[in-house]
């Protein structure tokens, strides 16, 4: 065999094989999909009750509390960030970085101080390979967080936002994490966590202009709103984590169907230069025999007379 | 009046239960607390423990519930726990084995998960 038909072979055999590989991967991240998909919705009930509850305490009584209310100045922000652990998934963990540095640039001219929260392996490398301080980072969870994990980055979130600003505590919340908005779009977006707004809450948990009954509160208004906006929150972490998990997997699935089908066309390629390359190994070889064979012929005519 | 109430029993996950019911007795921070249809509107903060749901055909469903919130309003009972499960779902020697070590760990969050579970799987 030819060297450059050999070099063409050896090409195509590797390609083949991450061929294999990604398809594998675009086959699981497929799968995952599908499964945190399904956990999103199975999160649905409780996110909405709580939304219902919340709703239902913040318009039916005049309690003022510090989730609620919104500072009359704000000096320090806090902005959580979700992003995966592993890349391999297009520009999902790029799109949600520039999101939250867009928010952060946003913040800063305002005249706030930013901290950052950040959830995921590739956010936390990028703010520690530009040498920039992290309030807290967590990581490991990102492909199937539980409400567990949920509840873990949210407990720092509420306790710096129940703390004075002067000691050090953050007046309000921003999340940016990737809405799931099908299998093929997913956008990256911020949106503030707290201080909640009790009349977008309310939207959201009654469209239709329903009206809320009179609760009695057991033991008070301002006992049940304290144990449930700490809820409320975690429930809203886990939702965007869930979400962030769910695109992310979706992201991945596409980046590795897109790699299939380029390594699938770089095969192609390299199988026509491959048989090119042959053909002209054998034409050579045709041509060499043929020329060898008249010069023979053209030897014994000549020998002959 | 309608004799029975809508229960929806829901985990942070997922949901647990949910059916007719013709009364409910959960328990609040202020005590125990039964509801039957047609209560006034209710919403208040669940303690872990047991929950025990009678069914409009007659059974007994009973949980353990482990933080959250009932609210209650026309006819429809909502119960959010971050953590729930029913009393048949509860693994025992689990439940048995965690609550000897938070015993001899001392840790009292954990034992009182452990016992609520017991109780709950022993109804």
Known sequence: MGAQLRVYKRRIRSVT???KI??????????RVVKAQRKVAASTPYAKELTRAVTAVGTGS???????????????????????????????????IKAAEQLTGRLEREGKEVEIYVVGRRGLAHYNFRERKVADSWSGFTDEPTYADAKKVAAPLIEAIEKDTADGGVDEIHIVFTEFVSMMTQTALDDRLLPLSLEDVAKEAAPKGEILPLFDFE???????????PRYVESRVYNALLQSAAS?????RRAMKSATDNAGELIETLSRLANAARQAEITQ?????????????DATAGSDR | MAAELHVALVAADREVWSGEATLVVARTTSGDIGVMPGH???????????VTIRTSDGGTVVAAVHGGFISFADDKLSLLAEVAELSDEIDVQRAERELERAKTEGDATAERR???????AAR
């Open chain 2, 114 to 120: 452990a016992d609520v579970r017991l109780r709950a």
């Open chain 1, 22 to 31: 990604t398809k594998a991967m675009e086959m699981i991240a497929a799968s």
């Open chain 2, 40 to 50: 006034q509107p209710l919403l208040g903060v669940l303690e872990s423990g047991p």
């Open chain 1, 219 to 229: 033991p008070s208004a301002e006992d049940v709103l304290d144990a449930l906006l």
């Open chain 1, 285 to 297: 070889e045709i041509s060499e025999i043929v020329g060898g064979a008249s010069a023979l012929a």
């Open chain 1, 248 to 252: 992310k997997h979706a992201a991945t």
């Open chain 1, 62 to 96: 005049n309690t003022k509390h510090p989730l609620t209310t919104q500072a009359d100045t704000v000096v320090r922000s806090a902005v959580l960030l979700l992003t995966s652990d592993r890349g391999l998934a297009g520009a999902f963990n790029s799109n949600a």
């Open chain 1, 17 to 19: 094989a991450t061929k």
